[in-house]
């Protein structure tokens, strides 16, 4: 890499830490390593189950199964029967009694809050050495978690193969696994391969309800999860995974999260192998996020519902510790992505999310956002590559459809230079059906594209609408083809110091970032709007008082200095109207261009060096102007506006000093300030030859005069 890459590099990476490192981990875990892919997905097993589960109140069971189809009912009133005989009254004593690879355990209906696994630790369980995450709880080796199963877990199912646990009601919520806010999983399924979940619920738990862990094998079908602090489902390096028919609500984070999935089409292009989770018939809704995936690889999700979350979808790489970052290769298909406009930040403002998780309300609607993400947002990828979105439906979002920014690589822990711009590159958002549901009917998003304008290889369908920037690399129709494409370093810089200001933000200390429209601030209020009136106000000052002492003598400079003052005012305008902006910010910038430009040209006459670098100060604003609006430019590692806002600091500056020094006006335009015009003739007579008295008259009237009596 040369010298120069190097900088760039440099630059890219001391921009891009505007973002900060965000202040709590998503998920914090023990290292674990991805598995090595010779698994496969379980299948579903139909025979008579190995051990029954069921609670011991037999008018109670009766009342749960009296609406079940005949059949159904008869059957369960059968294993009723078994399992008062021969079963257990808890689930994890039926675990606990496992002692072979695929064996089924059938969970018949009714409530199971684990009585036995509910207290706290005790003895050496309650001395475990071990580090604590950002989040207070401890980070226990598998050792630890065999040792002590429940002091995080309600439910612990460590190194049990091919176990298939199935719930025999009707309904999935006929059967519900509740940790009542005591555990931080309701389920914990650790090394435990070709686990197969089916047709239950779990839920109230202060972390996930569902959490499949190093696993090489698991199916989690028609399961529902709900009122979580983080997530309903959490899978984690894990390959051979199938999520289908399954629902989640009221988590804290997301309902669905197949983070670290196993990253096995690292180095292909779009066309790759396999995938390692598969997600199919879910709905999300009523969480912070549907789906999130920090180092979400290769994950295919088709034909899911996410809707009425803050934000539908996310991928990310911006979480250190988990493995197979930066994310690549997810696939959206043939998803219902809408109306995921959801305000959960006003539970954390009012101190709802403070309260003990027990008294905050989840089952009637509270949701506590663990992270920072922009709300309104149908697809956000934060940091990733290869991904693919195609043949969704994406519609009802008051931001944006899609929403993608860069992520350095030392936030996730990396620091060598080559890293630092390896995001977000090659991601396709191609047919999708924008701004409209499945009937046809018009439901448009606030904006169709929110872009940083980093990372090269990107591209957008032809008919997105309102986008920022307004001009966006075009898809062709094949995979990997791309028109107007751009390959930049670092993103935009406004756009950078809008994600400084919104990452500031912490559930746990209750602190919402000022100055983010994420959490409500609205006009002048925003960072953006701010960040350009306290430029446009510089600017109008410094450039009104160099006009004055300097230009005004100069038409030229007066209607370009005029000019110059409607751009100032247009580009605050513009900055208040959010994602769905017109030109109208381009054009604040042709007509600042312009104004540096034409002042540039007359400060050359008197001041060469300040006129010639005011005329390129306003090349690059023109030329800004041209990537915003017209084609973003290729082959530069940097977009005209950090260029330009470094050039624009200096000529500040300059022009201050310019103003400053002493002379007249007119001192810079060659314009003399007090020469008389000369009267025109206005008789025949007035162009004869002067007379030799009025000559010596004059002379006379010229003459100095040494006192008042000279003259007598």
Not at 154 to 183: F, H, M, P, S, W
Not at 227 to 242: I, K, P, V
Request: proline content about 6%; glycine content about 10%; charged content about 20%.
């Amino acid at each position: 890499m040369s010298w120069t890459r190097r900088l760039l590099v440099v630059l890219a990476a001391l921009a891009a830490a505007l973002l900060a490192a965000p202040t709590a981990q998503a998920h914090e875990e023990r290292p674990v390593e991805l598995p090595d892919g010779t698994g496969s997905v379980p299948v579903h097993r139909t025979g008579e189950p190995d051990l029954l589960v069921c609670k011991g109140d037999r008018a109670d069971f009766e009342r749960r199964v009296a609406a079940f189809p005949a059949r159904l009912r008869d059957r369960n009133l059968e294993l009723f029967d078994r399992c008062l005989e021969s079963g257990f009254r808890h689930l994890q004593q039926a675990v606990d009694a496992v002692d072979r690879p695929g064996m089924n355990i059938a969970v018949l209906p009714g409530l199971y809050e684990e009585e036995p696994s509910l207290p706290e630790p005790a003895g050496e369980c309650a001395r475990l050495k071990a580090p604590d995450s950002q989040l207070g709880y401890q980070i226990l080796s598998y050792a630890q978690q065999e040792r002590c199963p429940h002091n995080q877990n309600l439910v612990a199912i460590l190194g049990k193969k091919n176990l298939q646990i199935e719930g025999t009601g009707a309904e999935r919520t006929d059967v519900v696994i509740d940790a009542k806010y005591r555990k931080l999983n309701a389920i914990r399924a650790d090394r435990s391969d070709g686990v197969y979940f089916k047709n239950f619920t779990a839920q109230r738990t202060t972390f996930n309800s569902l959490y499949v862990l190093a696993q090489d094998g698991f199916v989690i079908d028609d399961v529902l999860t709900r009122w979580n602090d983080e997530y309903g489902f959490l899978t984690f390096a894990s390959d051979h995974g199938l999520y289908k028919n399954c629902e989640s609500y009221g988590n804290g984070d997301s309902g669905i999260y197949p983070g670290s999935a196993s990253n096995i089409n690292d180095g292909y292009g779009y066309d790759v192998p396999r995938y390692s989770i598969e997600i199919t018939g879910c709905r999300s809704h009523h969480n912070m996020v549907g789906y999130s995936g920090t180092a979400g690889d290769s994950v295919y999700v088709h034909d899911n519902e996410f809707d009425h979350n803050m934000g539908g979808a996310s991928m990310d790489s911006a979480f250190p510790g988990h493995p197979g970052l930066p994310q690549n290769h997810a696939r959206f298909e043939r998803n219902l992505i809408h109306d995921n406009n959801a305000d959960y930040y006003r539970y954390v403002a009012d101190g709802t999310c403070a309260k003990p998780p027990v008294e905050r309300g989840y089952e009637d609607g509270v949701v506590c956002p663990q992270i920072s993400m922009p709300p309104g947002s149908g697809i956000i990828t934060a940091g990733g590559n290869w991904n693919l979105y195609e043949n969704n439906w994406i519609y009802g979002h008051r931001r944006t459809a899609f929403y993608l920014s860069a992520v350095p690589a030392f936030i996730r822990g990396e620091d060598a230079l080559s890293k630092q711009a390896d995001t977000s590159h090659h991601n396709r958002y191609a047919d999708n059906h924008l701004g409209k549901d499945r009937a046809g009917n018009s439901r448009p998003n606030g904006a169709d594209v929110w872009w940083d304008g980093q990372g090269g290889g990107n591209c957008w369908q032809a008919d997105t609408g309102a986008s920022s920037p307004r001009t966006l690399p075009t898809c062709g129709a094949e995979r990997g083809a791309v028109s107007g494409g751009s390959d930049r370093l670092v993103g935009e810089p406004v756009k950078l110091a809008q994600l400084m200001v919104c990452a500031d933000y912490n559930v746990q200390a209750r602190r919402l970032p000022a100055g983010c429209d994420w959490y409500g601030a609205r006009g002048i209020e925003r960072v953006e709007t701010q960040a350009t009136l306290a430029i446009s106000v510089v600017l109008a000052l410094v450039g009104g008082v160099l006009w004055w002492r300097r230009l005004r003598g100069s038409r030229s400079a007066t209607v370009v200095t005029a000019l110059g003052a409607i751009g100032l005012v247009l580009d605050v305008a513009g900055s208040t109207t959010g994602l769905a902006s017109s030109y109208v910010p381009a054009l604040a910038l042709l007509l600042t261009g312009v104004w540096w430009t034409g002042i540039g040209l007359v400060l050359r006459r008197g001041r060469p060096w300040l006129g010639w670098t005011t005329v390129v100060l306003g090349a690059l604003t023109l030329l800004d102007a041209l990537d915003k609006a017209v084609f973003m430019i290729p082959w530069i590692p940097l977009g005209p506006a950090w260029v330009r806002g470094l050039l624009g600091v200096v000529w500040v500056v300059w022009a201050v000093i310019a103003t400053a020094r002493h002379g007249g006006r007119g001192e810079d335009t060659g314009t003399p300030e007090t020469a008389p015009a000369p009267e025109a003739p206005t008789a025949p007579e007035a162009q004869t030859a002067p007379t030799a008295s009025a000559t010596a008259t004059e002379r006379a009237a010229k003459a100095p005069r040494t006192s008042e009596g000279d003259g007598a």
